[in-house]
């Protein structure tokens, strides 16, 4: 029983299906994770999908539901109380432990089968229904259209924000409309690898591709290639290997990529970089000398 | 107050507040054509916030100001701005020459279609700033005085008629200080575009500079070197006994009584900064 038997049924499509979605939508906001310094965020607002998923349950019987208002909340009381880079994780990190709390108070109060809560925590992937892939699918075209507007003046921003500012660029709404996003992308990719595990899909991709590539555009191409590897061949390998569970694969692949660019990446890009200084005609000059204050 | 045709920038009886305290008011002068003013004055007096005017991302709480004829606005790609270094991360996924196109087109919505033109003067650009060679390298591994050159480059890009610069030199080896202003001088000639260049050091720009513009805890004074840059008007402006010494074409400013904040030449004396 591989993959080809698997591949008949409808759980199987339905979870390739909503991988792709979920993974491509991690891999678009993954460089801005990282360079905006995000992963706490990215922590937390998953992490809270649990709370909000409880909360659908009791309200409506809606877990998947209950995530996205629940992300919306939290993204909206990080971007109002941190707005400070200095006081961001403390915020989330209050925010986290404060939600959490609820969340199992609330579980108290539910008495179906908490599988369906707790499967937010650990990901769900072959429970998708069609109605749901077509709300994920909505999710990730809304993310790649609000993405693909606010793409350059989001990296000007987190780039450089003083000179971002200076020509013009609301950095501070950038930056809300930034965490919406995020917080949003993270509660669907929660529903397909788990809370604990998102950290896989929106930043190990990334990180792997700044190793190896030193364009933004490339490197947000090769963090969704990265990402949306990962999640189809976990699932389809656990297809083949049925004792390990999906989550795990996607996690090992999404590592073994960063791996390789940990061990390859100096190579590539210091030869880049190499080549750069050699038509440079070796930087001798005092403007190449170390500056006192690097 | 008069206003000749040349004047690229203009303030009339301006006033600035900033969390509820006045960093200076009834602020008038006019910057023509192809003129360097640079802005001295120690820590807080509002020299960046006097930039952040011109840039249209702080209201004036009085008095008028004109840029290139016009009210300043967010996003007028007829004012370029140069700052200081800044630490940008080694393994930042950003080339030299995306940092520098972002100048041209980093605010603006919706995917990009970049012409020939564009990139043809992208080019340019950093031939003329000297950064064609390591166009291609990541920022993070850029020399302060490389960084610096992109920075012109960036604010050049979108041909501006008026150059404001925040402390560029700041923390640059001294033939990077005298190439980075060599840059900025070289436009100022070339294409006459005015220079408002803040710092708290005045003599690496000294013999670039047209006149001064010293603001002291809201008071302020303008005029050439000459003028500004004496014992009388230094103590006139802090209020305190200032001498001013030149050595060997250097300013230095000192006082016998007081630390002073920050002094606008030389590191004779220690620095400490004002109580606010």
Redesign the interface.
């Known amino acids: 029983m591989g993959i080809g038997y698997y591949l008949q049924f409808g759980f199987a499509q339905h979870a390739l299906e909503a991988a792709f979605l979920v993974a491509a939508s991690c891999g678009l906001i993954g ?1 801005f994770v990282i ?1 905006r310094s995000m992963a706490f965020a990215v922590h937390g607002t998953s992490e809270l999908a649990f709370t909000g998923a409880v909360g659908g349950l009791l309200v409506g019987g809606n877990p998947i539901f209950g995530a996205l208002v629940g992300a919306v909340v939290v993204a909206g009381l990080i971007g109002t109380l941190g707005r400070r880079p200095s006081e961001r994780d403390s915020t989330i990190g209050v925010i986290l432990a404060g939600g959490l709390g609820l969340g199992v108070y609330l579980l108290g109060f539910y008495h179906g089968y908490a599988s369906e809560a707790l499967n937010i925590l650990f990901g769900n992937i072959f429970g998708v229904s069609t109605g749901q892939i077509v709300l994920l699918a909505t999710i990730a075209l809304v993310v790649a259209v609000v993405m ?6 989001l ?2 921003a987190s ?2 924000p ?8 609301r950095t501070g709404l950038l930056g809300l409309v930034f965490l919406f996003v995020l917080a949003i992308t993270v509660t669907e990719a929660a529903q397909l690898v788990g809370t604990l595990l998102v950290l896989s899909l929106a930043i190990t991709p990334a990180a792997a ?3 190896m ?4 555009n ?2 947000t191409l090769l963090s969704v290639t990265f990402a949306v590897v990962s999640a189809e061949g976990g699932l389809l390998l656990s297809f083949q290997f049925a004792s390990v569970k999906p989550s795990v694969l996607i996690v090992a692949i999404s590592f073994a990529f960063y791996v390789v660019g940990r061990l390859l990446g100096p190579t590539l ?1 210091s030869r ?2 190499r ?3 050699v ?3 070796a930087p001798t ?10 | 107050m008069s206003s000749t045709p040349a004047a690229v920038v203009e303030l009339h009886q301006a006033a600035v507040e900033l969390g509820g305290r006045t960093l200076w008011s009834d602020l008038t002068f006019s910057v023509d054509s192809g003129e360097f003013l640079a802005v001295l004055g120690p820590n807080g007096v509002g020299k960046t916030t006097l930039l952040k005017v011109l ?3 702080v209201p004036l709480s009085a008095g008028t100001v004109r840029v290139n004829g016009e009210a300043p ?4 790609d007829e004012v370029g ?1 140069v ?1 200081q ?5 080694q ?5 030299a020459k ?2 520098v196109r ?2 041209l ?8 279609r970049r012409s020939r033109a564009s990139r043809q003067r992208l080019d340019d650009v950093m031939e003329a700033v000297g950064a064609t ?6 920022v993070g ?1 850029l ?4 960084q610096q050159r992109l ?1 012109i480059a ?1 604010a050049l890009l979108g041909n501006p008629r008026v150059l ?1 610069c925040d402390e560029p030199l700041l ?6 200080q005298d ?1 980075v202003t060599d840059l900025i001088d070289r436009r100022r000639r070339e294409a006459g575009t005015p220079v408002i260049f803040v710092t708290h050091e005045v003599n690496p720009v000294l013999p670039y500079v047209d006149r001064i513009l010293y603001l002291v805890c809201g008071r302020w004074a303008i005029g050439t070197p000459a003028e500004i840059l004496t014992s009388e008007k230094l103590t006139d402006l802090y209020g305190i006994e200032v001498d001013v010494i030149k050595v060997r074409g250097r300013f230095i400013v000192l006082s016998a009584e007081h630390d002073l904040p920050t002094e606008p030449g030389g590191h004779a004396h220690h620095h400490s900064e004002l109580p606010h």
Do not use: C, K
Not at chain 1, 213 to 216: A, C, E, L, N
Not at chain 1, 285 to 294: K, Q, R, S, Y
Not at chain 2, 105 to 112: A, K
Not at chain 2, 143 to 146: M, P
């Open positions: 460089p360079s693909g507007i606010i793409w350059r003046p990296l000007f780039v450089d003083d000179v971002a500012e200076a020509r013009g660029v591709a700044q190793r590539s030193v364009s933004p490339v490197v890009i880049r970089r080549r750069t200084l038509s440079a005609g000059g005092p403007d190449h000398l170390a500056e006192l204050h690097p | 840039l249209g991302l606005h967010r996003g007028n701005y700052p270094l800044r630490a940008f991360d393994n930042l996924p950003v080339r995306d940092l972002m100048g087109d980093g605010h603006r919505w919706g995917p990009h060679a390591y166009a291609e390298a990541p591994l020399s302060g005085g490389e920075r960036q404001l923390t640059l080896d001294l033939a990077s190439g």
